[in-house]
């Protein structure tokens, strides 16, 4: 099964062209949250269906507003892909989960604080094999430029509890890269440096 994962796209997805394999993941921010225009969905969603893919799973992030009011308004998000809001999906046996909340960003998409966030990490299954968030956790992949760990420490004290074969997610854009602790494959997949987008991040299982 090939596994292809971006996050951190801000509208910026068609330099990604077309892309193929079994499941594409993409980990939030696929919008530009500095307008927060209505039709930065359907532009994504045109293009979710243009890929070639068998199973395409997205969560929010914290430009993702559009989305997030989407939700509110018990609308669906996308057409052509599988909009995961703390909600799993199997496929071909592997277990997917997706939750899209950040700390320490009052004012943009999906933010929660922090007995909040402990109850949304709670939730994920013991059984999941590839988690999908938007934040990173605390420590792994989430070093800004000439900040501090901005990953959440609750996140990574529940990841440590289950320990998914694979955490995929993006955020912090300077931090893209893969490292594993020897439980779980960290996969910091934001695609965007500087206007332009960096690789996809494959995974063959």
């Known amino acids: 099964m090939r596994i292809v994962i971006i996050s951190d796209t801000h509208m910026e997805h068609e330099q990604l062209g077309q892309m193929s394999g079994d499941v594409l993941i993409h980990c939030g921010d696929f919008c530009n949250g500095f307008r927060r225009d209505p039709q930065d969905l359907p532009d994504v969603d045109a293009w979710f269906g243009q890929q070639n893919f068998a199973q395409i799973l997205c969560v929010g992030g914290n430009h993702d507003l559009v989305a997030q009011k989407k939700v509110q308004w018990g609308e669906p998000v996308f057409q052509n892909a599988v909009y ?42 013991d059984d999941t094999h590839i988690l999908i968030t938007h934040t990173p956790p605390r420590g792994i992949l989430d070093m800004p430029y000439g900040g ?58």
């Open 84 to 125: 995961l809001q703390d909600a799993a999906c199997q496929y071909r046996g592997i277990n997917f989960y997706g939750t899209p909340w950040v700390p320490n960003l009052p004012g943009w998409g999906y933010h929660l604080e922090n007995e909040e966030l402990l109850a949304k990490w709670a939730l994920i299954p």
């Open 148 to 205: 501090q760990p901005s990953g959440c420490p609750h996140l990574r004290k529940r990841i440590n509890q289950i320990a998914p074969p694979i955490h995929c997610f993006g955020h912090i854009h300077n931090e893209y890269g893969v490292i594993g602790d020897g439980r779980t494959k960290f996969i910091n997949a934001a695609l965007m440096e500087a206007g332009t987008l960096r690789t996809p991040i494959v995974v063959d299982l």
